[in-house]
């Protein structure tokens, strides 16, 4: 299966309920809730240590706005790459959220995520 196959609209009924639960639970400091639909292979190049510490220390990781801006897709071989606006709650200005999405055994994985 290849998620450049699903028409945009598709790949948004997904993608956008995967990144709500992302900011919410990066919000909440809920590590495990915040992991759960990440690949195999995200999991493991993690290092749970300075995870543990952004999630406990991060201002910017915990005061993220709920609203999202969706800016676009970027589709690329089995993967496509959703892009967001974020803002934050004390902070002034504009941050670029990205989550990579792709299958793993049948199922829509992440494969990364970040907030630059």
């Known amino acids: 299966m290849n998620i450049n196959d699903k028409t945009d ?8 309920p995967m990144w709500d639960d992302l900011i919410k639970y990066s919000n909440k400091g809920q590590y495990g809730k915040f992991i759960r639909k990440f690949s195999y292979n995200l999991l493991l190049g993690l290092n749970e240590v300075e995870l543990g510490k952004q999630f406990a220390h991060s201002e910017l990781s915990r005061n993220l706005v709920e609203e999202r801006d969706f800016l676009g897709l970027i589709r690329r071989g089995e993967h496509v790459t959703a892009l967001y ?3 934050h709650k004390k902070r002034e200005g504009e941050w670029l959220g990205r989550m990579v999405l792709g299958y793993e055994k049948g199922e829509v994985k992440i494969f990364a995520a970040s907030i630059f």
């Open 85 to 87: 606006r974020v803002r």
């Open 9 to 16: 609209d598709e790949i948004l009924e997904i993608a956008h």
